[in-house]
Nanobody
Framework: QVQLVESGGGLVQAGGSLRLSCVAS????????MGWFRQAPGKEREFVAA????????YLADSVKGRFTISRDNAKNTVYLQMNSLKPEDTAVYYC?????????????????WGQGTQVTVSS
């Protein structure tokens, strides 16, 4: 089992920045690819970013390319999502996810472990 705890969400004005963190525990962190997903009210949970076990491969949704960055620190069992130039449409609950493969995936069904989520609200 892997336990995931997100932090770093909050209220920010459009154009601002936030950095989300997700700390994992329970298993060897470097054995897992990690992802970030988000869910806005009334919408399905959607892919945001993913990273493979050592950070060598990273994927971003088209809607966040050029603004968001995913990274990980295996020594700290932590994955990060740096969010810059935030827009009101980025408002959602952001979830950290882990999959028991070393390569990343964009499909949420490929992830077996999920955090509780952290709210990000961007005001206009």
């Amino acid at each position: 089992q892997v336990q995931l705890v997100e932090s770093g969400g909050g209220l920010v004005q459009a154009g601002g920045s936030l950095r989300l963190s997700c700390v994992a525990s329970g298993r060897t962190f470097s054995n897992y690819a990690m992802g970030w997903f988000r869910q806005a009210p009334g919408k399905e949970r959607e892919f945001v970013a993913a990273i493979n076990w050592n950070g060598g491969s990273r994927y971003l949704a088209d809607s966040v390319k050029g603004r968001f960055t995913i990274s990980r620190d295996n020594a700290k069992n932590t994955v990060y999502l740096q969010m810059n130039s935030l827009k009101p449409e980025d408002t959602a609950v952001y979830y950290c996810a882990a999959r028991d493969r070393t390569w990343a995936a964009k499909d949420r069904d490929q992830y077996g472990y999920w955090g509780q989520g952290t709210q990000v609200t961007v005001s206009s």
